[in-house]
């Protein structure tokens, strides 16, 4: 019998909303899962929120009202037929959910209840705060970018971007050996970052970011992350990069920062890797570096709300009204 639950709702272009969905039983090969914590995409959601997240010159891939979120940890109640691998009582990490009724999931984990595919989820080691986890899927996105270039003791890296993927990759460059650099704009996220992810951070309002990088490192960078999505950064990254070096590309280019002018990969032969999406095996790899701390999450945490408050929460975000980086809801 399908149950009714608490779920943050975007009920259309710039508005958000708690209310209720209905969360109907797991069919086969899926889990019903309470849901204990989720961390908000503050990017990514955005992006849904504002209705301009989609591939250019493609329609977007939900429509109003929707349920956002796609990353939560929590306890699973019931399974489905055919689960093999989990048990009720259970702690795990959780992705997508699908839901029934008046309200689409995109991809529907910002809610008290979800039913999702077994594949999808992910036991936590025994006493793994559920914070920790509560971000794994953006964390394995700066692992994706982090580990994919080739990477030595020597290696210089430059990571545009404060915000969490910036921050998760900045941990996996220095975790293989890197000297890392961050390159952002807030304070706040800029200490956090120097107390928990560079060895280094620029506050590019306050300096000319090429001339500081190379006044830094004259004969350029190994590999630049360019964790934000703008091109004036894809641009930057080009003239600091040297010969041969490797750019990745951590961030979600909206309609209008997604073109760039391929002459200057060539110009310096650079390798560019695209990072996004998410792979089990990858998440697998990305919480276990969690539990050896090698990723730090709950340091990244600056807010957390109630569940039946995630649309405080999302304004918090859309006006910043306060300086925030990771912002966690509290659904039980």
């Given at each position: 019998m399908?149950?009714?639950?608490?779920?943050?709702?975007?009920?259309?272009?710039?508005?958000v909303?708690?209310?209720?969905?209905?969360?109907?039983?797991?069919?086969?090969?899926?889990?019903?899962?309470?849901?204990?914590?989720?961390?908000?995409s503050?990017?990514?959601?955005?992006?849904?929120?504002?209705?301009?997240?989609?591939?250019?010159?493609?329609?977007?891939?939900?429509?109003y009202?929707?349920?956002?979120?796609?990353?939560?940890?929590?306890?699973?109640?019931?399974?489905?037929?055919g689960?093999?691998?989990?048990?009720?009582?259970?702690?795990?990490?959780?992705?997508?959910s699908?839901?029934?009724?008046?309200?689409s999931?995109?991809?529907g984990?910002?809610a008290?209840?979800?039913?999702?595919?077994?594949?999808?989820?992910?036991?936590?080691?025994?006493?793994?705060?559920?914070?920790?986890?509560?971000?794994?899927?953006?964390?394995?996105?700066?692992?994706n970018?982090a580990?994919?270039?080739?990477?030595?003791?020597?290696?210089?890296?430059v990571?545009?971007?404060?915000?969490?993927?910036?921050?998760?990759?900045a941990q996996?460059?220095?975790?293989?050996?890197?000297?890392?650099?961050?390159?952002?704009?807030?304070?706040?996220?800029?200490?956090l970052?120097?107390?928990?992810?560079?060895?280094a951070?620029?506050n590019?309002?306050?300096?000319?970011?090429?001339h500081a990088?190379?006044?830094?490192?004259?004969?350029?960078?190994?590999?630049?992350?360019e964790?934000?999505?703008?091109?004036?950064?894809?641009?930057?990254?080009?003239?600091?990069?040297?010969?041969?070096?490797?750019?990745?590309?951590?961030?979600?280019?909206p309609?209008?920062?997604?073109?760039?002018?391929?002459?200057?990969?060539?110009?310096k032969?650079?390798?560019?890797?695209?990072m996004?999406?998410?792979?089990?095996?990858?998440?697998?790899?990305?919480?276990?570096?969690?539990?050896?701390?090698?990723f730090?999450?709950?340091?990244?945490?600056?807010?957390t709300?109630?569940?039946?408050?995630?649309?405080?929460?999302?304004?918090?975000?859309?006006?910043?009204s306060?300086?925030?980086?990771?912002?966690?809801?509290?659904?039980?």
């Amino acid at each position: 019998m399908s149950i009714r639950a608490k779920a943050a709702v975007f009920t259309n272009a710039d508005e958000v909303t708690v209310a209720e969905i209905t969360v109907p039983d797991p069919g086969p090969g899926e889990v019903l899962i309470r849901t204990e914590c989720s961390l908000i995409s503050n990017g990514t959601e955005g992006w849904i929120w504002s209705g301009r997240f989609h591939s250019p010159g493609k329609e977007p891939p939900f429509s109003y009202p929707v349920v956002p979120g796609y990353q939560r940890v929590g306890i699973v109640e019931t399974l489905g037929p055919g689960v093999e691998g989990l048990s009720p009582g259970q702690r795990v990490f959780a992705s997508v959910s699908r839901l029934e009724g008046e309200y689409s999931a995109f991809a529907g984990s910002h809610a008290e209840y979800g039913v999702t595919p077994a594949g999808e989820c992910l036991p936590l080691p025994d006493g793994m705060d559920p914070i920790q986890a509560s971000g794994l899927v953006l964390t394995q996105v700066g692992y994706n970018g982090a580990f994919r270039p080739p990477v030595g003791s020597d290696t210089r890296v430059v990571v545009i971007g404060d915000g969490l993927v910036g921050q998760w990759a900045a941990q996996g460059f220095r975790a293989r050996g890197a000297e890392v650099l961050v390159l952002g704009r807030h304070p706040r996220r800029l200490e956090l970052a120097r107390l928990h992810s560079a060895d280094a951070v620029l506050n590019d309002r306050e300096v000319v970011a090429a001339h500081a990088i190379l006044d830094r490192w004259p004969e350029g960078v190994d590999v630049v992350d360019e964790a934000v999505g703008r091109i004036a950064n894809v641009e930057l990254a080009f003239q600091i990069l040297r010969h041969d070096g490797h750019l990745v590309f951590n961030g979600y280019h909206p309609e209008g920062e997604h073109l760039m002018n391929i002459q200057w990969m060539h110009d310096k032969e650079i390798t560019c890797w695209g990072m996004a999406g998410w792979t089990r095996p990858r998440m697998e790899a990305t919480l276990d570096l969690l539990n050896r701390g090698v990723f730090k999450v709950k340091e990244l945490v600056t807010h957390t709300f109630p569940g039946a408050e995630a649309d405080a929460a999302y304004r918090m975000i859309r006006n910043r009204s306060e300086p925030f980086l990771g912002v966690v809801l509290q659904w039980s």
